[in-house]
């Protein structure tokens, strides 16, 4: 056992430092900052949190030269300062606000930062796993999560018969059930809701109030779902490449990645001419491969809108998202796709800067509206 123990900036996450540091304006370089530290954290872990910050969108970069670079927040990244959750969980939490799908993106956001709310009974595995069934999305983990909590929630007062019946986790969807209602209270604690609005005039969350509210009309719009954990989880996406019917590979990147076998989608072998691009939650590795299990298909408008620099290629007829995603159509609709994404752009940084949600509701509804048909198209 050793006999101190390894200070907090080598152990800990430090996304939310570097926010802490530029909202109090202690220094417009995290890097310079974080040395002064008696113990600094690793040079690549500031690097790597600051990119992460910067893929999310929640910081700028001033400055080409490392002496001189420096960083700022964004209208996102002052708001996701005073979330006290991961970055990227409090982006999908956000989008959920603003494109009104509040109800599945809380349950998508509480699974990802909770436990499995499945249960694994080794004794019974095939009655478990054939139970566990019944809540499956056919492609995609996140509204499988979903189904899960729906059904427990309608269970009501008989939740843990429900639990053991279907071999789930009742202390895990409890666990889910509390982190949706704090995410809830920190998305009206910064106005991106209306309390009264998701809640009613009761102290707590009545969920026939929070799922008929305006805040959660296009929850059943699983393009836009999809999108906004998109979004959020951007830029972890896979290309999958469909060789033969029955054999296929995901590329992030030049990195093959595999489907872990907990996911809906391992088991398929054949994918539609439309599932060629590949949300996930996180990866992990083994020193045979490196696999995802919290997976679901996206739209490739999703990609164009909210993902990195968009370059139209005219004469391939191919748009190309952050140097490395090819996505084949005319050069017309690419060129249409850009003029939208930089109105998009300017839309969310104002609709972001406000803090009342009343207002965020009369901002260019139809702008929302057109971002939605364009994913659904």
């Not at 696999?291 to 990195?308: I, M």
């Amino acid at each position: 056992m050793k006999a101190t123990n390894e200070p907090e900036l080598r152990r800990v996450p430090l996304e939310e430092i570097c926010m802490s540091i530029l909202a109090s304006g202690f220094a417009k370089s995290c890097m310079d900052f974080l040395n002064q530290a008696p113990q600094p954290p690793p040079k690549e872990s500031v690097q790597a949190a600051v990119d992460v910050l910067y893929d999310v969108g929640a910081i700028g970069r001033i400055g080409a030269d490392d002496a001189e670079k420096s960083e700022y927040l964004t209208p996102l990244g002052i708001h996701l300062s005073k979330l006290p959750v991961d970055v990227k969980l409090g982006k999908i939490l956000i989008f959920g606000a603003l494109f009104q799908c509040i109800d599945p993106i809380l349950t998508v956001a509480a699974s990802l930062s909770s436990k499995s709310p499945f249960s694994a009974f080794i004794g019974d595995a095939a009655v478990a796993k054939a139970k566990q069934r019944i809540f499956t999305d056919s492609d995609s983990d996140f509204m499988t999560y979903c189904n899960v909590w729906d059904a427990y929630e309608a269970a009501g007062s008989a939740s843990r018969r429900f639990c053991q019946e279907n071999f789930l986790n009742h202390a895990a969807l409890r666990e889910i059930g509390d982190a949706r209602r704090q995410f809830l209270d920190l998305l009206c604690g910064i106005g991106f809701l209306d309390r009264n609005t998701v809640i009613g005039n009761g102290s707590r969350v009545a969920q026939k109030t929070l799922k008929s509210c305006r805040f959660n009309q296009h929850a059943k719009r699983m393009e836009v779902v999809h999108a906004v954990i998109c979004a959020g989880l951007y830029p972890n996406i896979l290309r999958l490449e469909q060789s033969s019917s029955t054999n296929y590979s995901m590329w992030h990147k030049n990195e093959r990645i595999y489907f872990h076998k907990a996911s809906v989608n391992a088991t398929k072998k054949n994918f539609s001419s439309t599932e060629n691009w590949v949300v996930f939650h996180e990866k992990f590795g083994t020193p045979n491969r490196t696999s995802v299990s919290t997976t679901a298909f996206v739209h490739p408008f999703a990609l164009l809108l909210f993902g990195g620099t968009v370059l139209v290629k005219h004469t391939e007829r191919t748009v190309i998202v952050d140097n490395w995603m090819n996505i084949g159509m005319s050069a017309q609709t690419g060129v249409m796709l850009r003029e939208v994404r930089k109105r998009v752009d300017l839309f969310l940084q104002r609709i972001i800067k406000c803090v009342d949600s009343n207002e965020i509701g009369q901002l260019d509804s139809s702008m929302i509206g057109g971002i939605i048909k364009i994913l659904e198209s």
